[in-house]
């Protein structure tokens, strides 16, 4: 058998490889709109994966196929394309572009052993893309960039290699260097003149793909000319990352380095993440077979991208967290495995993409399945063996049968009811775990209402599916405000959330305003009587009690006093007298919201031998709390959040700014690596309801913030009269 070969399937035939080393895991990352899904169409041209005339159906790309998104005309979700190039296997990760879907994104990352990054010539590169830069450039995942819509008017391809230069090379200016120039057909209308062809700066040969198929020819002269400098300062890039010391002296003393030579240390250069070139790439033309630079980048991914070999051995523990040795990518080494996408196919149910990093994955074997238990994010705890069902590797809607999936392979496995992504999956008599891969922290609440009573059946198990699919999504059930919250990344988040319950799991939601958690308390000492007296025949019902109410430190919440002397009130009745202040406190006694950090102390009262009972006195206690609460002065508390946004230098100023106008009080700044400061402050929570959006506009999308939370604290009084309005309102 060959490095790849092909498996008859129901759905079609699938690609597998029978050695990590045929395998190379590639992501693609760029903002959103930047041609992702276009280029991974045009790769899958190339390679034959999919014919011109079948390769888009009702309006899909191979890798946006989910209904969604159709409808958004954009990606929201990891999708996986396998194509084979020169015996080869290339899992090609497609991720979304929009920072809502980051999850989706950090997934990508974690399965990939390099990164493509995608800019657009026209769009340039957003404070997104560098910041996944930084990341990839601190784990040294290898790394490529690729220039797209090379035809729109305003497009110039020169230009953005030197942008690119300035912002992905500032460490090491000569680590990103472009290994072909494009070459120009005559110019439109527009004065635009397409790009038809490249010319390698290495090999000094021509590769026109003015005819729709690709062409190698040599330059001529005014060609050769174009490249001179440029494939100079590619070579010294090239001998600088050399293991070979003596290359550059020779180079310098007039040497003509050997072709083989340079290829050589490139590939292993950008395999080991120091040096990333720049490439270029359009999707095909009408009647065209292969889209310009689609073979050159095939061909690099394949000589220069990693083999899952080169990726560092894996740590995984025992499920009791206890230590066990590293593995590494061996088909025939303990199988581990990860879940890095989760989820629902109409027909299938559950579906699990997965990482094979350790051992062969094989169909209809029972697995051991080890969570790492996200109960803060609403997610079931779960450390269970379980069968797996079919093998499949995916294609667009397709899912194409295998027969196994070693090491350094990805693939799907139904039926895992009970896996979640994230998940490590390992032999049930060697249970292991992998430790979880960074997930951003949903920080925008979705309160959300069933729509029906047969919406409110269907919902929980609804939700639990949805959050089993999406760790960057949290479900809260709020003890304080009685809401139902969906903890999301960004307001497009939230509309796929629901569109997917509404689609997906025939929940139909409706979303509500976001309640923060406000407490009462008093400001002043005060004194209340309650007095519930009634006769109507027979047992009637007898209770007096007389309080005093002061207001304690902050944190102190309720503490109550009997000073009652001779009996006025009757030892077994001074529990029910609590009971009624307790009660009447946990309802709230000006807006409805709970009072905390009060001392009630029961002074007097007076009971009647027959008609005073526990009811009476619960009553009259709490009718004493609502008396005292008429004469005082109720303070509303509101919380109050600890805030860490980090964010570029240049956004500091209208940061803090921003946080000034929300009643926030900036505690302190610090350095959080070159060129990012992280600003420290105190902010009521009720102020950045809608924080993790509108620090997106402010940072322009470059800005991140953790939050905590910190104490509650009186609310201002104009403020907080207009809580008691809204509250009477809504009585």
Not at 402 to 420: F, H, N, P, S, Y
Not at 488 to 494: D, F, K, S, T
Not at 518 to 545: D, P
């Amino acid at each position: 058998m060959g490095a790849t070969s092909h498996q008859a399937g129901a759905a079609g035939r699938a690609l597998t490889a029978d050695r990590p080393s045929s395998i190379r895991n590639v992501v693609l990352v760029g903002h959103s709109g930047s041609g992702k899904t276009t280029l991974v169409e045009a790769l899958a041209l190339t390679a034959g994966a999919v014919n011109r005339a079948g390769r888009v159906e009702d309006g899909a790309t191979i890798s946006d196929y989910d209904e969604i998104e159709h409808r958004r005309q954009r990606s929201v979700q990891l999708s996986l394309v396998p194509v084979e190039w020169g015996g080869i296997k290339i899992n090609i990760l497609d991720t979304p572009g929009y920072a809502d879907f980051v999850g989706e994104l950090r997934a990508g990352l974690r399965a990939a052993d390099a990164a493509l990054f995608v800019v657009s010539a026209s769009d340039g590169i957003d404070g997104a893309t560098r910041m996944v830069w930084d990341e990839c450039e601190a784990v040294g995942m290898p790394r490529a960039i690729v220039v797209t819509h090379l035809e729109a008017a305003r497009s110039d391809y020169t230009q953005m290699t030197t942008v690119c230069g300035e912002i992905f090379g500032a460490e090491d200016p000569d680590a990103v260097i472009p290994l072909y120039l494009p070459l120009h057909g005559p110019a439109g209308p527009d004065g635009h003149a397409p790009v038809t062809g490249l010319l390698g700066l290495l090999s000094q040969r021509v590769y026109d793909y003015s005819s729709g198929e690709r062409v190698e020819r040599d330059p001529d002269p005014a060609e050769l000319a174009l490249i001179a400098d440029a494939r100079s300062r590619l070579i010294e890039g090239i001998i600088a990352e050399s293991e070979d010391e003596s290359l550059m002296d020779r180079y310098l003393g007039g040497e003509d380095i050997d072709i083989k030579t340079l290829v050589d240390d490139l590939e292993r250069a950008v395999a080991r993440g120091t040096f990333h070139p720049v490439l270029m790439a359009a999707p095909a033309g009408d009647g065209a077979r292969q889209g310009l630079g689609t073979v050159e980048l095939l061909e690099l991914v394949t000589g220069g991208f990693p083999t899952p070999l080169e990726r560092a051995a894996v740590t995984v523990t025992r499920p009791d967290g206890s230590a066990r040795p590293e593995v590494t990518c061996d088909p025939a080494g303990p199988l581990v495995a990860e879940v890095v996408k989760t989820s629902s196919d109409p027909y299938v149910g559950r579906v699990s993409l997965v990482r094979v990093f350790s051992g062969t994955l094989k169909p209809e074997e029972t697995v051991h399945v080890s969570g790492h238990g996200l109960a803060d994010r609403g997610h079931e705890d779960h450390d269970v063996d379980e069968r797996i069902g079919t093998l499949t590797a995916p294609f667009g809607k397709q899912q194409r049968a295998l027969t196994r999936c070693i090491a350094g392979d990805l693939a799907c496995v139904a039926k895992l009811t009970r896996a979640e992504t994230g998940d490590t999956l390992s032999a049930k008599d060697d249970p292991l775990l992998m430790a979880p891969w960074t997930m951003p922290d949903p920080l925008l609440p979705l309160a959300i209402e069933a729509h029906s009573k047969a919406d409110e059946d269907k919902l929980s198990q609804g939700l639990a599916r949805l959050v089993a699919e999406d760790p960057t999504m949290r479900l809260e059930q709020n003890p304080h405000t009685h809401q139902v919250v969906l903890w999301c990344l960004g307001e497009a988040h939230q509309d796929v959330a629901l569109e997917r319950l509404r689609t997906r799991y025939g929940v139909q939601v409706d979303p509500v305003p976001h309640k923060v958690s406000l407490r009462e308390t008093f400001g002043v000492k005060a004194a209340g009587r309650g007095r519930h007296v009634k006769q109507s025949g027979g047992h009637g019902q007898f209770a007096i009690c007389e309080i005093e109410v002061e207001p304690l430190p902050p944190g102190s919440g309720i503490e109550f006093v009997d000073k009652v002397v001779g009996g006025a009130v009757p030892r077994q009745f001074i529990p029910s007298v609590e009971k009624g202040v307790r009660g009447q406190a946990a309802r709230g006694v000006a807006a409805g919201y709970p009072l905390v950090d009060v001392r009630i102390t029961l002074l007097d009262g007076k009971a009647h031998s027959v008609d005073s009972s526990d009811a009476a006195f619960q009553t009259a206690g709490a009718l004493a709390l609502r008396e005292a609460a008429a004469e005082a002065r109720i303070d509303l508390l509101e919380p109050v959040a600890e805030l860490a946004v980090l964010i570029p230098d240049e956004y500091v100023g209208p940061v803090m700014s921003d946080l000034a106008g929300r009643r926030g009080r900036v505690v302190g700044t610090d350095q959080a690596g070159q060129g990012r400061t992280r600003v420290r402050a105190e902010i009521p929570e009720i102020e950045i309801g809608r924080y993790a959006v509108e620090l997106r506009s402010v940072s322009h999308g470059t800005g991140r913030f953790a939050r905590a939370y910190a104490r509650h604290e009186p609310m201002p009084p104009q403020i907080a009269e207009k809580v008691r309005e809204q509250a009477e309102k809504g009585s």
